[in-house]
């Protein structure tokens, strides 16, 4: 599936974007002075970046979208401070049709009484404005540029979308989605996340929409009737804040609001048909911005917190500063379909959000290649967001997950840097990917378990504090939680620490962090026992190739357990090999408790062997956290070749006594991957893993009953059973869904059971078109998701063609393996094609990581291919 998912993504990125131009050029020079009259102008800058002595400080910005034309006109009214003496005004803009360009001093006086020239580059997606006159360094002037264009027929920039009522009826919308640099395709403006400035936003709409943007409307009041019918909004100026969080909505949604118990109105909005599905994301969103304001100890500084739900949206969601967007699935929660996931995944989607409105809005990264202190901190603050506001969702599995998936990319070659070199568009767009998201979360959660809750918290605060409203480096966030540090340390000991052991601690410090967001990949160790001693070494761990040469060195905080003691011992890991003493009477070691580092370990000399007796004898003594660790850890070192398959599947067989949801998941996921690695072979021993499974699968009911642990549990198991064929699993989806139909829609699945009832009821022709038919009338985005997901498990390549080229569906990217096979067949294939275009496609990251993929999953089955059937022949005979 990843690796499907990786070649879709990979080609689609090279239909859309498209390949351009790379220049690492960082540094910022004059641009040129005109060499005689303006036919004679050339374009006075050559890099990427803006130059920076020109500073924007206040946009007023007034749009008129046309939602019958499909178009828009606007006018922006720049202020900005020039800071060294130039003719030349260059900022961004891509797509726009500018039919009028002035400056004005401070007094609004024209510079010029003649049209000022606009010149275009286009690769660079900037103009260049010149003015006759010198703009003086030290003084302030006024941009004015009046320009128009189509509304994006694509997700990005300002852009049309649309719903169709119950009636059938399409209604069309305009909303806009900037990061990372598509608010140039909306308004001429210094599109880089340093230009911090505040927005004036003046909105012209016909009587039948409403318009929404960051600021709340002036006033009703405000509202100006213009010509020919259109009204006008005037919207409060905003914060200072970066171009990428602007946003606008123009609609015809009806919406519920709620205030915090600090006076922030909240609002969630939606077509006017799905407007009972926003109940739940109201109280979800109210619960977390008290949490937010509390645990940064900061107030939002907004007066409002619109969140809004557009029908045609690519991401996930996208964090406006007072107006969130989110795909509907990610905001609308209907109870009658939406499952106890569903719910889940809305309450963290919103939690991720809001936790922007800090980190990212408020304190901004001053270059792309520092995303991640947006997203990591903010997938990071999800979890805690949750965990300490809905506890009955129990989250805290999902933090494993997460690191799971960074450890799955982070060990291809392909990978990169926490912060790495991002100059032009498609480069920064990659730079929103599972290290940035993912590793950048895991690494934060290993650093607040390294310097306790109460240091993290107090130098998070700090941070936010000192760069609000500003822009921040990587070093930036090092530098205050190293001094938090330090100060902590202080305290405790009350001693008098020197001046220069003070320095000495806080770069001690600095270099730790900066081994974990500076040089990519995950380090693995591996651990031996000699006699009192336990002895660790430090890799890279590369499930691409067995052996690595380069020198990679983290400072890794070691946690361990042992049989004689509950207690959690640490050590900081800097070199290459190091020990520590822990006695002879020690029967085993458990290294990275909880999973609380991000690293991998490997236990040698009989070291496994060890961890599968604990586990089959007394699987208790470590934690849930641990077991899943395990497991985990056992399966990416045979993939890695450092472990014999047969030692993870021995490892495995502990399940049978598991009662735990998490690992048994973990486990059974293994083991579904193994199956449908080698499900066309008609290998009839597979049918040893239901068999390993019989009992959990029986105790299951198809049903919505239960804690949230034990629902989620239900809905995958269920899937896994019907997806091998389980005859039983397969009788109750079949008979389930026979009822659904008869029911005429009146009867209403168990919502955690519902897609594999969908996907069962979807391999005959009768159902999948009946499916399909719901698909398109359905209100629910909930049950819409589940019903793609079960038209693209057929197996009638009719039918998948058919699913393909369905726009809607094709249009939410949702792919599955078996689409896949019509598209490319095999993983030879596959790596042929990718060569094929290297050339053309070199600088997306994607294929490269598409590439580490294939060869991973070929060395996969030819090392592992004939071990895992001896295996399943030997437990075959044991069973009999």
């Not at 650093?447 to 918290?457: A, G, H, I, P, S």
């Not at 009821?761 to 078109?769: L, Y």
Request: with cysteine; net charge neutral; glycine share 4%.
């Amino acid at each position: 599936m990843d690796l499907v998912k990786l070649f879709v993504i990979s080609v689609l990125h090279v239909c859309l974007v498209g390949c351009q131009s790379t220049q690492s050029s960082q540094q910022a020079s004059r641009p040129h002075p005109p060499s005689g009259g303006s036919s004679n102008l050339s374009f006075p800058w050559s890099r990427l970046r803006l130059p920076r002595y020109i500073i924007p400080i206040h946009y007023h910005l007034l749009l008129h979208p046309n939602l019958t034309s499909l178009s828009f006109t606007g006018s922006v009214q720049i202020q900005i401070d020039v800071q060294n003496n130039t003719n030349w005004v260059v900022l961004h803009s891509k797509g726009l049709q500018i039919s009028k360009a002035t400056i004005l001093d401070q007094n609004f006086e024209h510079l010029s009484d003649q049209v000022l020239p606009v010149l275009h580059n286009p690769s660079h997606e900037q103009v260049g404005i010149f003015s006759p006159r010198v703009l003086s360094s030290g003084q302030k002037y006024f941009l004015y540029i009046e320009f128009g264009a189509e509304l994006s027929e694509k997700f990005f920039g300002f852009y049309k979308s649309t719903y169709k009522t119950s009636t059938g009826e399409t209604r069309v919308l305009a909303s806009t989605h900037f990061e990372p640099t598509s608010a140039r395709l909306a308004f001429p403006c210094f599109d880089e996340p340093s230009f911090k400035a505040n927005f004036s936003v003046r909105i012209r709409r016909s009587p039948e929409f409403i318009s929404l943007s960051n600021m709340p409307i002036v006033s009703l009041r405000n509202t100006l009737e213009i010509s020919g019918g259109l009204l006008e909004d005037r919207f409060v100026p905003s914060v200072k804040m970066s171009t990428y969080l602007v946003a606008f909505v123009i609609c015809d949604f009806k919406s519920v609001t709620a205030t915090t118990s600090s006076g922030i109105q909240v609002s969630i909005y939606a077509a006017p048909e799905k407007w009972q599905q926003t109940h739940y994301a109201l109280k979800v969103a109210v619960k977390m911005l008290d949490f937010f304001e509390e645990y940064f100890n900061i107030r939002y500084p907004l007066p409002k917190q619109d969140l809004i739900a557009i029908p045609d949206f690519q991401a996930g969601a996208m964090e406006n500063w007072g107006l969130t967007t989110y795909r509907e699935t990610s905001l609308l929660f209907d109870p009658l379909t939406s499952s106890v996931s569903d719910k889940l995944w809305v309450t963290m989607v919103i939690g991720h959000e809001l936790a922007h409105q800090w980190f990212g809005n408020l304190v901004t990264m001053e270059w792309w290649n520092d995303i991640w202190l947006n997203e990591g901190f903010a997938r990071y603050m999800e979890y805690i967001a949750v965990e300490a506001t809905y506890p009955e969702l129990k989250v805290e599995e999902y933090l494993l997950h997460t690191c799971f998936a960074a450890v799955g990319l982070d060990s291809l070659n392909s990978s990169r840097p926490i912060s790495s070199t991002a100059e032009n568009p498609t480069q920064i767009k990659e730079m929103f990917d599972t290290v940035s998201y993912d590793k950048g979360a895991c690494v934060l959660h290993m650093l607040r378990y390294f310097l306790t809750d109460t240091v993290f918290q107090s130098g998070i605060v700090r941070y936010l504090r000192k760069y609000s409203y500003r822009n921040a480096h990587n070093q930036d966030l090092w530098d205050t939680l190293a001094n938090v540090r330090i100060t902590h340390i202080r305290s405790i000991i009350h001693s008098n620490v020197t001046m220069s052991q003070c320095n000495k601690l806080h770069m001690h410090k600095i270099s730790m962090m900066s081994t974990w967001t500076l040089q990519k990949g995950i380090p693995l160790i591996t651990v031996t026992r000699k006699g009192s001693k336990l002895m660790f070494r430090q890799d890279r761990f590369l499930r691409t190739v067995l052996f690595y040469f380069c020198s990679f060195l983290w400072h890794i905080p070691l946690t361990y357990k042992t049989d004689v003691s509950n207690a959690v011992h640490r050590h900081l890991m800097t070199k290459k090999t190091d020990s520590v003493h822990i006695g002879d009477d020690i029967s085993w070691v458990k290294v990275n408790t909880d999973m609380t580092g991000y690293y991998v370990v490997h236990y040698e000399d009989g070291g496994w062997d060890e961890i599968t007796k604990v586990l089959r004898e007394n699987h208790t003594a470590l934690s849930y956290k641990d077991r899943t660790h395990l497991i985990h850890n056992a399966v990416q070192l045979v993939t890695a070749g450092h472990l014999p398959l047969n030692k993870a599947l021995d490892l495995i067989g502990y399940l049978q006594m598991e009662t735990h949801t998490v690992p048994l998941l973990q486990g059974l996921g293994y083991l579904e991957a193994f199956y449908s690695m080698i499900e066309r072979r008609n290998d009839h021993n597979l049918m040893h893993i239901l068999g390993f499974f019989r009992g959990i699968i029986d105790q299951q009911t198809w049903s919505d009953s239960g804690s949230v642990l034990e629902r989620r549990f239900r809905s995958e198991v269920l899937s896994l059973a019907c997806h091998l064929n389980d005859q039983p699993c397969l009788e109750q989806a079949k008979q389930s869904f026979k009822n659904w139909l008869q029911s005429n829609g009146t009867l209403n699945l168990p919502t955690d059971v519902a897609e594999t009832v969908f996907s069962v009821g979807a391999q005959d022709e009768h159902g999948w078109n009946s499916l399909f038919y719901t698909y398109t009338t359905s209100l629910s985005e909930a049950q819409k998701h589940k019903i793609m997901s079960a038209l693209a498990s057929t197996k009638d390549t009719n039918k998948l063609h058919r699913y393909i080229f369905f726009p809607l569906v094709f249009a939410q990217g949702l792919w599955c393996h078996h689409v896949a096979e019509e598209v490319i067949s095999g993983t030879f294939s596959m790596q042929l094609f990718f060569e094929s275009i290297k050339e053309q496609i070199s600088e997306l990251r994607a294929v490269q990581i598409a590439l580490d993929n294939v060869q991973k999953n070929i060395r996969w089955m030819q090392r592992n291919l004939e071990p895992l059937q001896n295996w399943l022949n030997e437990q075959m005979k044991t069973a009999q």
